[in-house]
């Protein structure tokens, strides 16, 4: 009766809003607490009611996403910071622990993803789920994004080889369960949408670090680079990291040759 008598007052739409959500009307509150945000966008209380309205939705992230956008147009006291303050935290927390419900919702969470060595890790754990053939797309997709689509040509399917995560092992930066899970029953097309979607949200640095693991793990080597490989290889090292002594290993000095020519070549 109220919205009848005056319609364009966002305080009416802001109490409904409280309203629905004690009846666990979620769809509801949330579209009369945008239409209470709609006539006032400095009326904070409409942004807390669309923010519960999406955690009854169970949709986290869009929750913190609304504090966000308050503390943009409204004023940021200290209650409004403590909520987006726990808003984030709730959000992060079901990001490990809740299921995956989209492409776009997987997307969002590497939006939010902090630590470069999630984000780096997140990428490798994926790109090893998918098959040869579903990284030779993704792959040509990121060729695609860098302007050299052609050059998927030099790369066949077996050469698209799985990444060594043991670095991010060791730092405790582990397979997400949920994460994989999702990922695996997306078909390839959906697979690459996920990681583009990703690729675009790394920064600069982050796809410096993605160019030079896919570099290591996915150009060939040249003959001469194979053979000196090999041969260190086979050099035996002293405590202190340098090479044993000729004497000390077969073909010693052929050895010592190739490890100074490789020095010399790592130096220029």
């Not at 966000?68 to 959000?91: G, I, N, P, S, Y």
């Not at 809740?98 to 997987?106: L, N, T």
């Not at 939010?112 to 090893?128: G, H, K, P, Q, V």
Request: aromatic fraction near 8%; include cysteine; glycine fraction near 2%.
């Amino acid at each position: 009766k109220a919205i009848e008598l005056d319609e364009n007052n966002e305080v009416i739409w802001s109490n409904r809003a409280a309203v629905r959500l004690k009846l666990g009307m979620g769809s509801e509150a949330l579209s009369d607490a945008n239409k209470c945000i709609s006539i006032n966008s400095k009326f904070l209380k409409g942004y807390h009611r669309k923010a519960l309205a999406y955690k009854l939705l169970n949709d986290d992230t869009a929750a913190y996403e609304t504090y966000l956008e308050a503390a943009e147009k409204c004023v940021e006291d200290a209650w409004l910071h403590r909520e987006k303050k726990k808003a984030k935290k709730e959000m992060l927390k079901a990001h490990i622990e809740k299921p995956i419900q989209s492409v776009e919702h997987m997307v969002s969470i590497f939006k939010f993803m902090e630590d470069i060595w999630d984000r780096l890790s997140c990428l490798a754990y994926f790109w090893n789920v998918a098959t040869k053939e579903e990284r030779h797309k993704i792959f040509a997709r990121f060729l695609a994004l860098g302007n050299t689509p052609e050059k998927i040509a030099e790369f066949s399917i077996e050469d698209m080889n799985a990444m060594t995560t043991e670095n991010y092992e060791k730092m405790n930066k582990l397979e997400n369960p949920n994460w994989i899970n999702f990922f695996k029953t997306l078909k390839t097309e959906a697979k690459v949408t996920v990681l583009e979607g990703m690729w675009n949200l790394t920064t600069v640095e982050e796809k410096e670090a993605i160019i030079k693991d896919l570099q290591y793990f996915l150009v060939k080597p040249t003959p001469e680079e194979e053979a000196i490989a090999a041969a260190l290889d086979a050099v035996e090292l002293n405590d202190d990291g340098s090479p044993a002594p000729p004497d000390a290993v077969t073909n010693g000095p052929v050895i010592e040759e190739l490890v100074e020519d490789k020095e010399t070549s790592d130096k220029k």
